[in-house]
């Protein structure tokens, strides 16, 4: 038998699902290109399609990262005067209205001798964050890096005297985890931005006279000092772009201008007006960066066709509050990860470090669950795009070329998971966790549903991931005038390890059929129904022979067992039996061995379906 390969494979049902959104989508994007042009013309960064896919590959398939709001508020941690304040910590100057002068005190002991960047890169690593996002500096204006263009940063108001952006850079570097900054427009403490608007800093019906001076000489000089400093960046997280002072202009203008600093960076919706909206324009025209920024919530739907990242705090507050408990079960984290990328979005979960800078002992637990879940079932989550399906009663669905992550939260009691879909464009399933892999049973139920088998105890309760490995797409092929149907080997999918597709010499079959768990499969149209005469063309060696196999289609069997024809070559055609077809339609036929008693099942050539004559 030749060595040739199976025939190319593509993969099929995801493709499938997914070619309907993708028509959605570029409809959409059609009918918005007005829009588009009217953006991209205010962005004025020319980038293809491609290029951008390119940019964001990273990210996209990152899907989770973590989000770290560090600064001086952890001094306080959510106490000022004795009293507890409301709202969340690194508000705290705001809605305890301290005065700059006041609050600055809080800096000068900010001393975070616990500060471990390695440590805290290992915990992000563990958990399978793909990136950090850290504030290097929040709305309160304290600067958690040496800027030369402000003294109000680590290294000259605080004792501490180290630069903790470039500490954490160089343990991302060796980490291999993407440094990501967040930095914030709103500043309360330059006298040119909000800082006069005390005791509400927060004032978005006010402006200051001198804004656009702290934007020329003090907001993108620091941009600067962050984005060439500290090595290449992955994304530049804006943040306190709602104040009155900032357009939707400018935003565009410091897009422009950080990415002609690093011109692959990431840039979320927050640098312009666009927030809570989609990546590249919003319904008011706006422009709204490379992705959609979700807060606190996961969009029920997802963004269908845009990039955007749900970001969540693991209790209820980003800044380190000392009596904040109120934390997220991992059970919930977990699922939320699950849910977000299910959705086509990336989870972005905090932690808010304490003035020793140490993780809160509670995010460390959580994450490293997390990070037990990711170490066995990450590859349902990595790099996967949006579910197929609308709603899935026992859970989520993730997806990538060719297979299903099924995510199964409430595991069924009876053993059967159902999933709307048909059972003949799946291959195998099997659990993502068990390394064997063991195939599930695979079938179908009276309403077309696909019933895969699963164990009666679910091996995750939280979420245990069964992976379905689709069909690769089968040729359809048409019935003939005559209103014969046949099925050549060329045309057929085969699935296994060892049988394949092999042609010269005299073949034109399906050869190389030593694993009897190997099958073929056709799929073909039915416009004329017919009562048909089933029969195989097959060659066997002498002394090969006995093997026995089924023939189903449209919900009948044949059996069948292979005879010698006297070598590998000599073709002969065997009637099976007859199957009825009454509906019009597209169908699966499948040859599958049931025995294989020596060392090769048959070299099939073909199956015909021809109508009985009336
Ligand atoms: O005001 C900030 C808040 O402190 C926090 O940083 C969140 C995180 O997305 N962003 C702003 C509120 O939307």
Not at 12 to 19: E, G, N, S, W
Not at 166 to 184: D, N, P, Q, T, W
Not at 230 to 250: A, C, N, R, S
Not at 496 to 516: F, L, M, Q, V
Request: proline residues 6%; charged residues 25%; glycine residues 8%.
């Amino acid at each position: 038998m030749s060595n040739k390969t199976k025939p190319s494979q593509t993969y099929t049902p995801v493709h499938k699902y997914r070619i309907s959104q993708a028509i959605v989508f570029m409809v959409s994007s059609f009918l918005l290109i007005p829009f588009c042009a009217q953006t991209i013309a205010k962005s004025a960064l020319p980038e293809t399609a491609e290029q951008r896919d390119e940019r964001m590959q990273w990210w996209r398939e990152a899907r989770f990262g973590m989000f770290i709001h560090w600064g001086v508020y952890s001094v306080p941690a959510g106490t000022y005067k004795g009293k507890q304040i409301p709202g969340i910590g690194e508000w705290i100057m705001e809605n305890a209205n301290i005065p700059v002068a006041e609050y600055e005190q809080f800096a000068k002991p900010f001393n975070p001798v616990k500060f471990n960047a390695d440590q805290w890169v290992q915990i992000a690593g563990s958990a399978g964050m793909k990136y950090i996002v850290i504030t290097s500096k929040h709305h309160d204006g304290f600067c958690l890096w040496d800027s030369k263009v402000s003294k109000y940063d680590i290294m000259d108001t605080a004792p501490f005297k180290r630069d903790i952006l470039k500490e954490l850079s160089v343990a991302c570097k060796k980490h291999g985890i993407r440094l990501c900054f967040y930095h914030s427009i709103m500043d309360w403490h330059h006298p040119d931005a909000q800082a006069p608007f005390y005791p509400n800093y927060n004032d978005d019906s006010r402006t200051n006279p001198n804004f656009s001076r702290y934007v020329q000489n003090y907001l993108k000089p620091q941009l600067k000092e962050l984005i060439t400093n500290y090595g290449p960046l992955g994304v530049l997280w804006f943040d306190g772009e709602w104040i009155k002072d900032w357009t939707e202009q400018q935003g565009i203008d410091l897009y422009n201008y950080v990415r002609s600093l690093q011109p692959d960076i990431i840039i979320n919706n927050r640098v312009s007006k666009g927030r809570k909206s989609m990546q590249g324009m919003t319904k008011e025209g706006y422009f709204a960066g490379d992705f959609g920024t979700p807060e606190q919530e996961i969009p029920p739907m997802g963004l269908p066709g845009v990039d955007w990242e749900t970001c969540m705090t693991m209790n209820d507050t980003w800044g380190f509050k000392s009596y904040d408990d109120n934390w997220k079960s991992k059970e919930d984290l977990i699922r939320k990860l699950v849910d977000i990328a299910s959705k086509g979005g990336n989870f972005l979960l905090n932690v808010g470090p304490t003035s020793e800078g140490l993780i809160p002992e509670a995010s460390v637990e959580r994450l490293a669950a997390m990070g037990e879940w990711m170490a066995k079932n990450s590859e349902s989550i990595y790099g996967t795009t949006a579910s197929p399906f609308e709603k899935l009663p026992w859970g989520r669905c993730t997806a990538k070329p060719g297979k299903l992550y099924l995510h199964v939260f409430d595991w069924p009691k009876d053993g059967e998971l159902k999933v709307p879909m048909p059972r003949n464009d799946v291959q195998m399933a099997y659990l993502l966790a068990h390394k064997n892999r063991a195939e599930l049973l695979l079938d179908s139920d009276d309403s077309g549903n696909l019933v895969v088998t699963v164990p009666r105890k679910a091996p995750d309760v939280i979420d245990t991931v069964v992976l379905l490995e689709m069909e690769a797409e089968a040729i359809v092929i048409p019935q003939a005038e005559d209103g014969s149907i046949v099925l050549k080997a060329s045309d057929a999918v085969v699935r296994g390890t060892n049988a394949r597709y092999e042609s010269g010499g005299g073949k034109d079959n399906i050869g190389y059929w030593t694993n009897p768990d190997d099958y073929v499969i056709w799929r073909f149209k039915v416009n004329k129904t017919e009562t048909f005469n089933v029969a195989v063309t097959l060659a066997c060696a002498t002394g090969s022979g006995g093997s026995e196999y089924v023939l189903a289609v449209g919900g009948q069997e044949l059996a069948g067992t292979v005879k010698d024809t006297g070598d590998w070559t000599s073709f002969v055609t065997e009637k099976l039996g007859t199957v009825k077809i009454t509906k019009p339609g597209t169908y699966n036929l499948s040859l599958k061995p049931k025995s294989m008693p020596r060392g090769a099942v048959m070299n099939l050539k073909s199956v015909t379906l021809v109508p009985i004559k009336k």
